[in-house]
C-alpha cells in the first residue's frame, strides 16, 4: 500500500452482526407519527462521530411496529452507521437482505460499503453511475470517491482527470486539492504537485495538517529530507487533529527521511515511540516494517525496546517483535537465535494474519538449514493464521518443495498441481515442478499433461528442452537402462542449449558409477562440459564429482583434501556441502591429520543437524580428538562420544566402549568399568558386547598389581570373551593370551603355556584368513616358557608352527628355532 493510499483508506475491521435484521421483512400497517424525531434520535450519533451508538439505537427502532417506507429510511441509516462504525460487511449484509439498492443515495452508500472492504473495482462503477445524476445531492462525494477507487487501482491519470473539476467547485477546492497533490507525488510529478498546493487558500485544522504532510511528501520527493522532516515530525509532537491514517503515513516518511540522511538510529526513536504507546494498534504490521528498514540500515541496531516487547503479553506487538528481532539475528548470523525466536512465536499459536510472515520466515530458515519435515509442519499450522494470499502461497509454495526435496513426490506434485490451477506468480514454476513431480513417480502420460497446461499458461518456449533434460536426468538418478541415450539425444538435438554441460556431467556420474568405475570416460566427459559454457549447476556438480574421481584414484589425500577445500569455498550454498566436508574431515582423519579432521567432523555436525550422517561425524569427531592424545582433546572426546550415545543410535555402545578407553588413559579405571558394565547389560551387538569384555579383562589385569584378586576377575573376563568369540579369531586369541598373561603373573606356568598352547592348537580355518597378531604373540610366550624349563624339543616344536604359520614374523620364529638347535644340537629330526 502507498503512503498516498494510506492517507485515503477507508478500510477497517469486519464484525459479526449484533441482531439479526429478519424482522424488518415483517412491517405493519400503522404509522409511527413520530417517527421523523424519532429516527433523528436514533441516527444523531453518526453524525456526532459515534456509530456504534446509532447502531443499537435504530435497530431498537427497527423492532418497532413502523410502515414500510419508514422501516426502509431506518433501515438505509442503518447502512450508513455500519459504514461509520466500519463494518462494511454487515452493511452489505444489510443491503442484500432489504435490496437497498435502488436509489441514488442507497447506491452511493453500498458502495461506500464496497470501498470499506476493500473492493474498490466493484465500487467504481457504482460510484461513478451516481456522480453522473446532477440531481444525486452527494455528487461531489461520490467524484472524490471514484477519484479514490481509480487511485487505488493504480489508475492515476484517470484519478486526475476525475479530481480537475472539483478543484474549480469552492466548496469543495481544498479537499479536491490535497488529493489531487497527493496523485501527483504518486506520480513523482513535484512540479503539479507543488503548484496545486500553492493554490489552496482556505483549510480548516485537519486540511491545514494533510497540507503539511503533503509538503514533507513534496520535499522528500524533492530529495530535501531535513526540510521534509521539519514538516513531517511536528504532527507526531503535536497530534491534535490528525488522523489515524496520516500519524501513520507521517511515521514511515519520518524513517524515510532518516534513512535519506543515514541517521535511521534517530529516525527508530519516532516509530518506536509510537508503537509503545500503541501496542494494539492496526497499523503495527506496516510500522514494524518501515522499522526494520531502519535497523537494517544502522550498524548496531538498539534491540532494547524489541527485547522488551518480546516479554509481554500484547498481540500483535509481542508477535512482530520476536519476528523483526529475528530478522535482525538473521542478519548479524545468529540463525540459533532466530530461530528460537521464530519457533517462540509459532508455538505462541498466536494465530493472526498479521504474523504469519513470521511463520513464513521460520519455515524459509527450516528450509535452508535442510530441516525439510519442520517446514511441512509449519505450512500446515499456518492455515489456522489465515495468512494474506501472497504469505499463504509461498508457505505453501516452500511445503511443496520441501517434499519434493524429502523424495515425498507424490504429496509435492499435488502441491504443485493445486497451486499451479490458480492464476498467480508461481502457477507457471508450480505446473512446471509439477511435471517433474510426476517424473520422479514414473508417469509420463501425467508429465505430458502438466507440461501442456504449463504451456497454456504462458510456459517459454526453452521449457520443453529443460524438461526434456530434466525427464534425462531424472531417469538417470533413477538408474533407468535407457538414461544414457536420452542423455545423449538431449546433447545432440541441443547442441547450443545452455543447459547442455549439465547433461554431460550426468553422463560422466553414469560413468564413475559404473561397475567398474569407467574413470577415464566421466574425466572425458567433465572436459567437454568445462568447454561447453558450463552453467553454475554444472560447474558445481563437476566440481563434486572430480572429488570422488580422485577419491577413488588418488595415491594420497593430497588432492582429494585441495578439491574438497575449493568446493567448500566456491560453493558456500550447494545442497553437497556436508557431504563434500564429510569426505574433507575423512581425508584428513585417514592421514591421521587429527586436529583438522576433529575440526571438519564438528564443523559438519554444527551445520548439519538433521542429517543422517551425523552420529558418525560426531562419532569420527571424538576419534579424532583422542587421536591427538592431548589432555584438553580427550575431555572433548568423552563430550562427543557422550553426545552420540544418547542419539541411542548404531554408534551408541560403540561411543560407550570409546568412553570407557578414554576413562582408562585418564586413571579412571572404575568409571571405566561402569561404562563397560553398560554395555555388557544393554542390548549391544556381539561386536561391541566383545569390546568391552575385553576392555573390562584389561583393567582387572592392570589393577593386579595392587591387588592380586583381580588376576581372577580377570580371568573370568577373558573367560566370558573366548566362549563369545569365533574360534580362532582376533577376540579369541586375544582373550587366550592375554589369559595366560594372567596366569604366568600368578605363578601358574603350566596353566599360562596351556592357554598360550591353546591359541596354537586351534584348527586353521579355510573361510577366512588366520588370525597372526596374537597368535605369534601367544607362540613366542609358549617357547619362551617352554625355554625356561629346558624344554628345548618342545620349544623347537612351538617354533616350527610359527615358521609355518607364513606371517609377518615366521622369519623372526625361524631365525630363534635355528639359534636354538645349534646351542642344544636339536638335528635328530
Same mark, same amino acid.
Given at each position: 500500500?502507498?503512503?498516498?493510499?494510506?492517507?485515503?483508506?477507508?478500510?477497517?475491521?469486519?464484525?459479526?452482526?449484533?441482531?439479526?435484521?429478519?424482522?424488518?421483512?415483517?412491517?405493519?400497517?400503522?404509522?409511527?407519527?413520530?417517527?421523523?424525531?424519532?429516527?433523528?434520535?436514533?441516527?444523531?450519533?453518526?453524525?456526532?462521530?459515534?456509530?456504534?451508538?446509532?447502531?443499537?439505537?435504530?435497530?431498537?427502532?427497527?423492532?418497532?411496529?413502523?410502515?414500510?417506507?419508514?422501516?426502509?429510511?431506518?433501515?438505509?441509516?442503518?447502512?450508513?452507521?455500519?459504514?461509520?462504525?466500519?463494518?462494511?460487511?454487515?452493511?452489505?449484509?444489510?443491503?442484500?437482505?432489504?435490496?437497498?439498492?435502488?436509489?441514488? @443515495?442507497?447506491?452511493?452508500?453500498?458502495?461506500?460499503?464496497?470501498?470499506?472492504?476493500?473492493? @474498490?473495482?466493484?465500487?467504481?462503477?457504482?460510484?461513478?453511475?451516481?456522480?453522473?445524476?446532477?440531481?444525486?445531492?452527494?455528487?461531489?462525494?461520490?467524484?472524490?470517491?471514484?477519484?479514490?477507487?481509480?487511485?487505488?487501482?493504480?489508475?492515476?491519470?484517470?484519478?486526475?482527470?476525475?479530481?480537475?473539476?472539483?478543484?474549480?467547485?469552492?466548496?469543495?477546492?481544498?479537499?479536491?486539492?490535497?488529493?489531487?497533490?497527493?496523485?501527483?507525488?504518486?506520480?513523482?510529478?513535484?512540479?503539479?504537485?507543488?503548484?496545486?498546493?500553492?493554490?489552496?487558500? *482556505?483549510?480548516?485544522?485537519?486540511?491545514?495538517?494533510?497540507?503539511?504532510?503533503?509538503?514533507?511528501?513534496?520535499?522528500?520527493?524533492?530529495?530535501?529530507?531535513?526540510?521534509?522532516?521539519?514538516?513531517?515530525?511536528?504532527?507526531?509532537?503535536?497530534?491534535?487533529?490528525?488522523?489515524? @491514517?496520516? &500519524?501513520?503515513?507521517?511515521?514511515?516518511?519520518?524513517?524515510?527521511?532518516?534513512?535519506?540522511?543515514?541517521?535511521?538510529?534517530?529516525?527508530?526513536?519516532?516509530?518506536?515511540?509510537?508503537?509503545?504507546?500503541?501496542?494494539?494498534?492496526?497499523?503495527?504490521?506496516?510500522?514494524?516494517?518501515?522499522?526494520?528498514?531502519?535497523?537494517?540500515?544502522?550498524?548496531?541496531?538498539?534491540?532494547?525496546?524489541?527485547?522488551?516487547?518480546?516479554?509481554?503479553?500484547?498481540?500483535?506487538?509481542?508477535?512482530?517483535?520476536?519476528?523483526?528481532?529475528?530478522?535482525?539475528?538473521?542478519?548479524?548470523?545468529?540463525?540459533?537465535?532466530?530461530?528460537?525466536?521464530?519457533? *517462540?512465536?509459532?508455538?505462541?499459536?498466536?494465530?493472526?494474519?498479521?504474523?504469519?510472515?513470521?511463520?513464513?520466515?521460520?519455515?524459509?530458515?527450516? &528450509?535452508?538449514?535442510?530441516?525439510?519435515?519442520?517446514?511441512?509442519?509449519?505450512?500446515?499450522?499456518?492455515?489456522?493464521?489465515?495468512?494474506?494470499?501472497?504469505?499463504?502461497?509461498?508457505?505453501?509454495?516452500?511445503?511443496?518443495?520441501?517434499? /519434493?526435496?524429502?523424495?515425498?513426490?507424490?504429496?509435492?506434485?499435488?502441491?504443485?498441481?493445486?497451486?499451479?490451477?490458480?492464476?498467480?506468480?508461481?502457477?507457471?514454476?508450480?505446473?512446471?515442478?509439477?511435471?517433474?513431480?510426476?517424473?520422479?513417480?514414473?508417469?509420463?502420460?501425467?508429465?505430458?499433461?502438466?507440461?501442456?497446461?504449463?504451456?497454456?499458461?504462458?510456459?517459454?518456449?526453452?521449457?520443453?528442452?529443460?524438461?526434456?533434460?530434466?525427464?534425462?536426468?531424472?531417469?538417470?538418478?533413477?538408474?533407468?537402462? *535407457?538414461?544414457?541415450?536420452?542423455?545423449?539425444?538431449?546433447?545432440?538435438?541441443?547442441?547450443?542449449?545452455?543447459?547442455?554441460?549439465?547433461?554431460?556431467?550426468?553422463?560422466?556420474?553414469?560413468?564413475?558409477?559404473?561397475?567398474?568405475?569407467?574413470?577415464?570416460?566421466?574425466?572425458?566427459?567433465?572436459?567437454?562440459?568445462?568447454?561447453?559454457?558450463?552453467?553454475?549447476?554444472?560447474?558445481?556438480?563437476?566440481?563434486?564429482?572430480?572429488?570422488?574421481?580422485?577419491?577413488?584414484?588418488?595415491?594420497?589425500?593430497?588432492?582429494?583434501?585441495?578439491?574438497?577445500?575449493?568446493?567448500?569455498?566456491?560453493?558456500?550454498?550447494?545442497?553437497?556441502?556436508?557431504?563434500?566436508?564429510?569426505?574433507?574431515?575423512?581425508?584428513?582423519?585417514?592421514?591421521?591429520?587429527?586436529?583438522?579432521? %576433529?575440526?571438519?567432523?564438528?564443523?559438519?555436525?554444527?551445520?548439519?543437524?538433521?542429517?543422517?550422517?551425523?552420529?558418525?561425524?560426531?562419532?569420527?569427531?571424538?576419534?579424532?580428538?583422542?587421536?591427538? &592424545?592431548?589432555?584438553?582433546?580427550?575431555?572433548?572426546?568423552?563430550?562427543?562420544?557422550? %553426545?552420540?550415545?544418547? &542419539?541411542?543410535?548404531?554408534?551408541?555402545?560403540?561411543?560407550?566402549?570409546?568412553?570407557?578407553?578414554?576413562?582408562?588413559?585418564?586413571?579412571?579405571?572404575?568409571?571405566?568399568?561402569?561404562?563397560?558394565?553398560?554395555?555388557?547389560?544393554?542390548?549391544?551387538?556381539?561386536?561391541?558386547?566383545?569390546?568391552?569384555?575385553?576392555?573390562?579383562?584389561?583393567?582387572?589385569?592392570?589393577?593386579?598389581?595392587?591387588?592380586?584378586?583381580?588376576?581372577?576377575?580377570?580371568?573370568?573376563?577373558?573367560?566370558?570373551?573366548?566362549?563369545?568369540?569365533?574360534?580362532?579369531?582376533?577376540?579369541?586369541?586375544?582373550?587366550?593370551?592375554?589369559?595366560?598373561?594372567?596366569?604366568?603373573?600368578?605363578?601358574?606356568?603350566?596353566?599360562?603355556?596351556?592357554?598360550?598352547?591353546?591359541?596354537? *592348537?586351534?584348527?586353521?580355518?579355510?573361510?577366512?584368513?588366520?588370525?597372526?597378531?596374537?597368535?605369534?604373540?601367544?607362540?613366542?610366550?609358549?617357547?619362551?616358557?617352554?625355554?625356561?624349563?629346558?624344554?628345548?624339543?618342545?620349544?623347537?616344536?612351538? /617354533?616350527?608352527?610359527?615358521?609355518?604359520?607364513?606371517?609377518?614374523?615366521?622369519?623372526?620364529?625361524?631365525?630363534?628355532?635355528?639359534?636354538?638347535?645349534?646351542?642344544?644340537?636339536?638335528?635328530?629330526?
Amino acid at each position: 500500500m502507498s503512503i498516498g493510499t494510506l492517507v485515503s483508506s477507508r478500510g477497517g475491521r469486519c464484525r459479526k452482526p449484533l441482531v439479526l435484521i429478519a424482522a424488518l421483512i415483517a412491517s405493519a400497517p400503522a404509522v409511527r407519527a413520530d417517527f421523523a424525531k424519532d429516527l433523528s434520535d436514533a441516527a444523531g450519533p453518526i453524525n456526532e462521530g459515534v456509530p456504534e451508538v446509532a447502531i443499537v439505537r435504530l435497530n431498537t427502532l427497527l423492532k418497532t411496529t413502523l410502515a414500510p417506507a419508514q422501516r426502509r429510511e431506518a433501515a438505509d441509516k442503518l447502512v450508513e452507521a455500519f459504514v461509520a462504525a466500519k463494518r462494511p460487511a454487515e452493511a452489505l449484509e444489510l443491503i442484500a437482505q432489504q435490496n437497498l439498492s435502488q436509489s441514488a @443515495p442507497e447506491r452511493f452508500w453500498r458502495a461506500q460499503a464496497l470501498a470499506a472492504s476493500g473492493r @474498490p473495482n466493484e465500487a467504481l462503477p457504482i460510484y461513478e453511475q451516481v456522480a453522473a445524476d446532477p440531481n444525486f445531492p452527494m455528487r461531489s462525494e461520490a467524484v472524490l470517491a471514484a477519484a479514490d477507487m481509480l487511485r487505488e487501482s493504480g489508475r492515476l491519470d484517470e484519478a486526475v482527470t476525475r479530481l480537475t473539476p472539483l478543484v474549480r467547485n469552492k466548496e469543495w477546492k481544498t479537499r479536491a486539492s490535497l488529493r489531487l497533490a497527493s496523485l501527483f507525488l504518486d506520480k513523482g510529478d513535484a512540479h503539479n504537485a507543488q503548484r496545486v498546493l500553492q493554490g489552496i487558500d *482556505d483549510e480548516n485544522t485537519a486540511e491545514r495538517k494533510q497540507h503539511r504532510f503533503l509538503r514533507g511528501r513534496l520535499e522528500l520527493v524533492q530529495h530535501h529530507p531535513d526540510r521534509a522532516l521539519g514538516y513531517l515530525e511536528p504532527l507526531t509532537k503535536r497530534p491534535r487533529d490528525v488522523s489515524h @491514517p496520516l &500519524m501513520v503515513a507521517a511515521l514511515c516518511l519520518i524513517g524515510d527521511a532518516h534513512l535519506q540522511l543515514k541517521t535511521a538510529e534517530t529516525g527508530d526513536d519516532f516509530l518506536e515511540d509510537f508503537i509503545d504507546r500503541h501496542p494494539g494498534d492496526a497499523a503495527l504490521p506496516l510500522l514494524f516494517a518501515k522499522l526494520d528498514e531502519l535497523y537494517r540500515a544502522e550498524k548496531k541496531p538498539v534491540r532494547v525496546e524489541l527485547e522488551r516487547w518480546t516479554r509481554e503479553s500484547e498481540q500483535p506487538r509481542r508477535g512482530l517483535a520476536q519476528w523483526y528481532l529475528a530478522r535482525i539475528e538473521l542478519r548479524a548470523g545468529r540463525n540459533d537465535h532466530a530461530r528460537q525466536l521464530l519457533s *517462540d512465536l509459532r508455538t505462541s499459536r498466536a494465530n493472526r494474519t498479521d504474523l504469519a510472515g513470521g511463520l513464513l520466515e521460520l519455515a524459509e530458515l527450516e &528450509m535452508r538449514s535442510n530441516n525439510l519435515t519442520d517446514v511441512v509442519a509449519i505450512a500446515e499450522e499456518a492455515k489456522a493464521w489465515q495468512p494474506e494470499i501472497d504469505v499463504a502461497r509461498r508457505i505453501e509454495f516452500l511445503a511443496a518443495r520441501a517434499e /519434493y526435496a524429502s523424495g515425498r513426490f507424490a504429496g509435492a506434485t499435488t502441491r504443485f498441481e493445486k497451486m499451479g490451477r490458480t492464476p498467480s506468480i508461481f502457477s507457471p514454476p508450480a505446473l512446471y515442478n509439477a511435471s517433474l513431480g510426476w517424473l520422479q513417480i514414473g508417469d509420463r502420460q501425467q508429465f505430458v499433461a502438466a507440461y501442456d497446461q504449463a504451456q497454456a499458461q504462458g510456459a517459454s518456449p526453452d521449457d520443453r528442452a529443460e524438461l526434456r533434460l530434466q525427464e534425462a536426468l531424472v531417469r538417470a538418478r533413477q538408474q533407468q537402462p *535407457d538414461a544414457i541415450e536420452t542423455l545423449r539425444k538431449f546433447v545432440d538435438a541441443f547442441p547450443q542449449n545452455p543447459r547442455v554441460s549439465e547433461a554431460l556431467v550426468a553422463l560422466a556420474e553414469i560413468a564413475f558409477h559404473q561397475n567398474p568405475p569407467q574413470i577415464d570416460q566421466a574425466r572425458k566427459l567433465l572436459a567437454r562440459a568445462a568447454e561447453s559454457h558450463p552453467t553454475t549447476v554444472a560447474q558445481e556438480r563437476a566440481q563434486y564429482l572430480t572429488i570422488w574421481i580422485e577419491d577413488a584414484t588418488a595415491a594420497n589425500s593430497d588432492r582429494v583434501i585441495q578439491l574438497s577445500k575449493q568446493f567448500l569455498n566456491e560453493q558456500p550454498h550447494s545442497t553437497s556441502l556436508g557431504e563434500v566436508r564429510m569426505k574433507l574431515a575423512e581425508a584428513y582423519y585417514s592421514r591421521q591429520d587429527f586436529s583438522n579432521a %576433529q575440526t571438519e567432523f564438528e564443523l559438519f555436525a554444527q551445520q548439519n543437524p538433521g542429517s543422517p550422517l551425523l552420529e558418525k561425524a560426531l562419532f569420527f569427531a571424538g576419534e579424532s580428538a583422542m587421536g591427538s &592424545m592431548a589432555p584438553h582433546t580427550l575431555d572433548r572426546a568423552i563430550t562427543l562420544f557422550a %553426545q552420540v550415545a544418547q &542419539m541411542n543410535g548404531d554408534l551408541r555402545w560403540a561411543a560407550r566402549n570409546e568412553q570407557a578407553l578414554i576413562e582408562r588413559k585418564l586413571g579412571k579405571p572404575e568409571d571405566a568399568l561402569l561404562l563397560y558394565d553398560e554395555v555388557l547389560k544393554s542390548g549391544a551387538r556381539p561386536a561391541e558386547k566383545r569390546e568391552a569384555l575385553c576392555g573390562k579383562g584389561d583393567i582387572y589385569l592392570e589393577l593386579s598389581t595392587g591387588d592380586p584378586k583381580n588376576y581372577e576377575r580377570a580371568i573370568q573376563a577373558y573367560d566370558q570373551l573366548v566362549a563369545s568369540a569365533i574360534e580362532g579369531g582376533h577376540w579369541h586369541n586375544q582373550a587366550l593370551f592375554k589369559k595366560g598373561i594372567c596366569l604366568e603373573k600368578k605363578a601358574d606356568a603350566e596353566g599360562a603355556l596351556a592357554t598360550f598352547f591353546q591359541v596354537l *592348537d586351534t584348527p586353521a580355518r579355510t573361510d577366512r584368513p588366520p588370525e597372526l597378531f596374537w597368535y605369534y604373540k601367544a607362540g613366542f610366550n609358549a617357547a619362551r616358557l617352554l625355554e625356561s624349563g629346558a624344554h628345548w624339543d618342545s620349544a623347537a616344536k612351538v /617354533y616350527q608352527k610359527l615358521v609355518a604359520a607364513g606371517g609377518s614374523r615366521s622369519e623372526e620364529a625361524r631365525a630363534r628355532l635355528t639359534q636354538l638347535r645349534l646351542e642344544h644340537f636339536l638335528w635328530s629330526d
